[in-house]
């Protein structure tokens, strides 16, 4: 079992739909990380939580400690948020290494 | 500000070669972190480099290896290469060697061996 679960693997949704990604781990961590990967292979850093939630825009990130879950959702999404979603997670006591979920592809269309 | 910085963005090698990947990261930033990112195993952990000590380092044969200069930038480098070595490398900086910091990223540097 991997460390760091995602899902789903694949989502379609048409313009203006509201997601869920979910992600849920097995280890203490110091902090969740949401990140997005467009096809040219750029990663670009979303969030990183400890506790609660946060919001950016149309992106919230909410994380639940106790049940070592947390989910990112995208209101009125748009084509351009077409990518991939990664979770990842810094364990306690390693430092700044990240443990990665295995991504969710996300499809939008118009 | 810049970000992180990787070069070269594509590279060809063949088997045996050796090859060597460098990261300038965010003016400041002095941690710097190497990924590899592969269809079949995802985004694993290479190394983590911090004042010029690395202070992890993940489940990699010996081939591949890393320093860091006294400026923070990076180098990696890989020896012997294998057709399994094709990937896309990432780099990433942040602040300090915390758990609790952001990273951010380069556009990585994508290796192909023939």
């Known amino acids: 079992k991997n460390e760091v679960e995602q899902s789903p693997q694949n989502l379609t949704a048409q313009e203006g739909e509201f997601i869920t990604i979910n992600c849920s781990y097995s280890?203490?961590?110091?902090?969740l990380h949401w990140l997005q990967q467009h096809p040219g292979g750029g990663i670009v850093s979303l969030f990183m939580?400890?506790?609660g939630k946060k919001k950016h825009g149309r992106l919230i990130a909410t994380i639940n400690i106790q049940e070592k879950h947390s989910s990112l959702h995208i209101t009125a999404s748009h084509p351009r948020d077409s990518a991939v979603y990664i979770c990842?997670?810094?364990?306690?006591?390693?430092?700044?290494?990240?443990?990665f979920g295995t991504g969710t592809r996300l499809q939008v269309t118009l | 500000k810049a970000g992180v910085t990787q070069t070269p963005r594509y590279l060809i090698k063949t088997r045996g070669q050796q090859v060597t990947l460098s990261c300038s990261p965010i003016s400041g930033h002095r941690s710097v972190s190497w990924y590899q990112q592969t269809p079949g195993q995802g985004l694993q952990f290479l190394f983590e480099?911090?004042?010029?000590?690395?202070?992890n380092k993940g489940n990699f044969p010996g081939r591949f290896s890393g320093r860091q200069f006294s400026n923070s930038r990076s180098e990696m480098n890989v020896s012997t290469l294998e057709l399994g070595d094709s990937a896309l490398y990432l780099c990433?900086?942040?602040?300090?060697?915390?758990?609790?910091?952001?990273?951010?990223f380069g556009d990585g540097t994508r290796l192909s061996i023939l």
């Open positions: 990842a997670v810094t364990d306690t006591g390693t430092a700044s290494k990240l443990t």
């Open positions: 280890v203490g961590i110091s902090a």
């Open positions: 480099y911090f004042s010029e000590t690395q202070r």
């Open positions: 939580l400890s506790s």
């Open positions: 990433a900086s942040s602040f300090g060697p915390y758990s609790n910091q952001p990273q951010h």
